[in-house]
């Protein structure tokens, strides 16, 4: 599962999720699979969306469909999380559970485990563009002591989150302090189709891939536009240390970004 | 490996000379070559196309499609040479597209040798192009024509260091001869027998140039 790299002591989780649908959180976590695939950092994942599973669709390898509100479900990601090589671990949950998620974990003595610092964890809550959105910060804040809190702005959908009002602006967005704040650019709509119809990772449709390794033939232009974009995704992740979280070091000279 | 170059004539200013050159250019590589692609990117200028229709296409650069349509076809190497005549309105969104999908890298990967042929103009809008041009394109795949038409003094200094193509300034009726829709470089070479005429001697010269700037690539390529 995502390839060969350095074994961390330390489990890692990654939640990402909010409240509200359809602000990118597949798209964030599929970015999250091709970065730690491309800095060689073993990760599975776990699909919330269940039966269907979006990110399943595209990163079939190493996800698996879940339904987080089943104890056997929870079992089935928690209790392996010391057992299985691929430390590190994506959960993408779907719109709606992630704050009953997040109580959840508390009540089985998992944010706890990373208060204490047994396990490493870590929430990229992805924001929309109305108040309802941003009060989730709030409520998701009470659940954040001893997680590593990232705002995601998510503007691949031409969004924008009261910049024009600094009040509204700053109210949720300094309101927690040790949140950091994460920017996700916009990707060109044909692009984003186009990789959507292909049904792959990020990184093969850059590299001309399909489904099974096979050479596809995507569009130059577009192929061009994507890589450009996960380019700059990919710096957000390295501006915030994300390999340093998962404990695989400074990036280095990773596949994809030739 | 062969190569495929791809002639990107441009300038940010109108009524500089651009599809004067191509057209040139598209006559001389059909000439040599026996084939050549054109794309006219222009909506606002005399157009390629309207000239030498039977080997131009229309191409468009402000949306997705139109970008696909067009570089899609330039990255391949299929020895056809290609010339793209693009207007001045297209000039910001060409290079910015061509930066952002890494055309010059993917091209030299590919072997394809995109060769940009910059028509100076003594204006702000040009040295401030031609200097973000120097940041993307390298040195030697980028030409700057001096049409001694448009430009009566000097070339900038900021754009006399690199390569170089010089057109001499026609007399104006000459220059309206030639403008005529119907007017072929290569067909006046043919059929004209009196090889010292001004224009025949003009035709020449530039097709020399041209010459000389292919084989400048040729020797340049690892």
């Given at each position: ?5 350095k074994?961390m ?8 999720g ?10 964030v976590?599929?970015t999250l699979?091709d ?8 990760t599975r994942a776990f ?8 990110l ?11 339904d987080?509100t ?10 392996t999380?010391?057992?299985v090589t691929?430390?590190v671990t994506?959960?993408?949950?779907r719109?709606g559970l ?9 009540d089985?003595?998992f ?5 204490s ?8 809550h992805?924001?929309?563009p ?6 989730e910060?709030a409520?998701?804040a009470?659940?954040?002591?001893g ?12 969004t924008?989150?009261f ?10 967005f300094?309101?927690i302090?040790d ?6 650019p916009?990707?060109n709509?044909m692009a ?11 990184l093969?449709?850059v590299?001309?891939k399909?489904?099974?390794d096979?050479?596809?033939?995507y569009?130059?232009?577009?192929r061009?536009y994507?890589?450009h974009w996960?380019s700059?995704v990919?710096t ?13 070091g400074?990036p280095?000279a990773?596949m994809?970004?030739? | 490996m062969?190569t495929t170059?791809?002639y ?5 200013r109108?009524?500089?000379g651009?599809t004067l050159?191509?057209?040139?250019l598209?006559?001389?590589?059909l000439l040599?070559n026996?084939d050549?692609?054109?794309?006219d ?6 157009s390629?196309?309207e000239y ?5 296409e229309?191409?468009e650069v402000?949306?997705?499609?139109g970008?696909?349509a067009?570089?899609?076809?330039v ?15 297209a000039f ?8 952002e999908?890494?055309?010059?890298k993917?091209?030299?990967r590919?072997g ?7 028509v100076?103009?003594?204006d702000?809008?040009?040295?401030r192009?031609?200097a973000?041009l120097?940041q993307q394109?390298?040195p030697?795949a980028?030409?700057?024509?001096d049409?001694?038409?448009v ?5 900038a200094?900021?754009m006399?260091?690199g ?7 026609l007399p104006?009726?000459?220059k309206t001869?030639i403008d005529?829709?119907?007017f072929?470089?290569?067909?006046y070479?043919r059929?004209e027998?009196d090889s010292s005429?001004e224009?025949h001697?003009?035709?020449?010269r530039?097709?020399l ?10 020797l340049?390529?690892p």
């Amino acid at each position: 599962m995502g390839g060969q790299g350095k074994f961390m002591a330390k489990p890692v989780v990654i939640v990402v999720g909010a409240d509200k649908g359809g602000v990118g959180k597949t798209t964030v976590s599929r970015t999250l699979l091709d970065y730690f695939n491309a800095n060689h950092v073993p990760t599975r994942a776990f699909d919330t969306e269940s039966p269907r599973g979006t990110l399943n669709r595209f990163h079939p390898d190493i996800t698996e469909i879940v339904d987080m509100t089943t104890t056997s479900d929870q079992m089935k990601i928690f209790d392996t999380l010391n057992a299985v090589t691929p430390s590190v671990t994506v959960i993408d949950v779907r719109a709606g559970l992630l704050s009953p998620s997040l109580a959840s974990l508390r009540d089985i003595g998992f944010l706890d485990a990373a208060k204490s610092g047994q396990i490493t964890f870590a929430v990229f809550h992805i924001l929309g563009p109305s108040i309802a959105s941003l009060d989730e910060i709030a409520e998701t804040a009470n659940f954040m002591q001893g997680a590593k809190y990232f705002l995601v702005k998510n503007f691949i959908n031409n969004t924008s989150f009261f910049e024009w009002d600094q009040a509204t602006y700053n109210s949720y967005f300094h309101r927690i302090k040790d949140a950091t704040e994460l920017t996700i650019p916009k990707l060109n709509e044909m692009a984003y189709e186009q990789v959507e119809v292909a049904s792959v990772p990020f990184l093969k449709f850059v590299a001309n891939k399909g489904p099974s390794d096979e050479t596809a033939n995507y569009s130059f232009v577009l192929r061009g536009y994507v890589r450009h974009w996960l380019s700059n995704v990919w710096t957000e992740f390295d501006r915030i240390k994300l390999t340093d979280l998962v404990g695989s070091g400074k990036p280095g000279a990773r596949m994809g970004e030739k | 490996m062969h190569t495929t170059p791809v002639y990107i004539v441009c300038s940010p200013r109108p009524l500089v000379g651009k599809t004067l050159v191509a057209r040139q250019l598209s006559e001389f590589l059909l000439l040599k070559n026996g084939d050549v692609a054109a794309f006219d990117i222009n909506l606002k200028e005399p157009s390629l196309v309207e000239y030498l229709p039977g080997i131009t296409e229309t191409a468009e650069v402000d949306n997705t499609f139109g970008k696909m349509a067009l570089m899609d076809r330039v990255i391949v190497n299929d020895a056809v040479s290609k010339v793209i005549d693009l207007g001045f309105h297209a000039f910001d969104e060409f290079f910015l597209m061509s930066k952002e999908i890494g055309f010059m890298k993917e091209a030299a990967r590919r072997g394809v040798s995109p060769v940009v042929l910059f028509v100076a103009d003594n204006d702000r809008a040009s040295a401030r192009a031609y200097a973000a041009l120097e940041q993307q394109i390298p040195p030697t795949a980028l030409i700057v024509i001096d049409n001694e038409y448009v430009l009566r003094g000097e070339l900038a200094e900021a754009m006399g260091h690199g390569r170089i193509l010089r057109i001499g300034a026609l007399p104006s009726f000459l220059k309206t001869y030639i403008d005529r829709l119907t007017f072929s470089f290569t067909g006046y070479l043919r059929h004209e027998q009196d090889s010292s005429t001004e224009l025949h001697q003009w035709i020449r010269r530039n097709y020399l140039s041209f010459r000389e700037l292919e084989l400048n690539l040729m020797l340049e390529r690892p």
